[in-house]
């Protein structure tokens, strides 16, 4: 039978994650519901939680035009956000492969590059709607823009961080470029691509909504800006808990998928220890 401190022990290990979380919601219901700052300048979660559930229900109707509509929303964002993040994670690894492992296009791209990066992403959008207009595509870019960046220096500093005796004694079985690249530098260069892609990611869905303040009329991003216009905060609320829940949803499923690629570097981590 469990002892009373172990019992103790075991429900903090349960609830511990929750502990923060609760005291904060706790704290802004009840600052909320002070009277230091009008109700209606920080609704309390409570109010926000009626208005969240009539968005994505449509319970009540008391967000109005939003009301039911935030899978729809949710749906457009998501797919500006994962157009552009294949975008930009299809050229970065390519790109970031290509310069982590030739000097020459090293020397010819990265001054280029290097030039760009330190360019704010939001500072594109009005070539952006020049070049796309309003719609899909000016969105996609500035999530594009946003993402390219960390994917790129992540696949540099995987290719470059590569074993140099894996690739000799690759090369001394005959292994040709493509063979090395696909067969040693790629798979090494992963834990690091990984962590590219959790960065990027957490961008996308950052310049995605900034995109949707200006470019579109759809989406979460321009749900909340919409809904400051009409002094709705409890949808902007909202809207930014939505914003980061898909965002927490993304970031999981990029974990589960490295957890699923990168076992073998599990084993070998248990067998460098056991060893």
């Not at 994962?82 to 970031?96: E, R, W, Y």
């Not at 946003?146 to 074993?163: E, N, Q, R, T």
């Not at 000799?168 to 690091?192: E, N, Q, W, Y």
Request: proline share 5%; glycine share 10%.
């Amino acid at each position: 039978m469990m002892s009373f401190p172990s019992l103790l022990v075991a429900i903090y290990k349960r609830i511990e994650r929750g502990i923060v979380p609760i005291l904060l919601i706790a704290g802004w219901e009840t600052f909320s519901r002070s009277g230091i700052l009008p109700p209606a300048l920080l609704p309390a979660p409570s109010q926000v939680v009626v208005a969240w559930a009539d968005w994505v229900f449509g319970t009540d109707g008391n967000t109005q035009s939003y009301s039911g509509r935030w899978i729809f929303d949710s749906a457009a964002s998501a797919f500006r956000v994962f157009s552009g993040f294949l975008l930009a994670m299809l050229l970065g690894v390519t790109i970031g492969m290509a310069i982590g492992w030739s000097r020459t296009v090293e020397a010819l791209i990265e001054p280029v590059l290097q030039i760009l990066r330190p360019v704010p992403p939001v500072s594109w959008i009005p070539l952006a709607i020049i070049w796309f207009g309003i719609a899909d595509k000016p969105a996609i870019f500035l999530v594009f823009m946003g993402s390219f960046f960390p994917v790129l220096l992540s696949a540099i500093h995987g290719v470059k961080g590569c074993d140099r005796d894996l690739l000799r004694a690759g090369a001394m079985t005959g292994g040709t470029t493509v063979k090395l690249l696909c067969h040693i530098v790629f798979p090494a260069a992963l834990p690091s691509i990984f962590s590219g892609l959790r960065i990027a990611i957490g961008s996308a869905w950052m310049l995605t909504v900034t995109a949707e303040m200006v470019a579109v009329k759809s989406g979460v991003g321009y749900v909340l800006w919409d809904s400051y216009y009409f002094l709705r905060y409890d949808i902007v609320i909202a809207s930014m808990i939505s914003i980061g829940l898909l965002g927490f949803l993304s970031d999981f499923v990029i974990k589960r998928i490295a957890a699923h690629v990168l076992r073998w570097q599990r084993g070998s981590t248990l067998q460098t220890k056991g060893g």
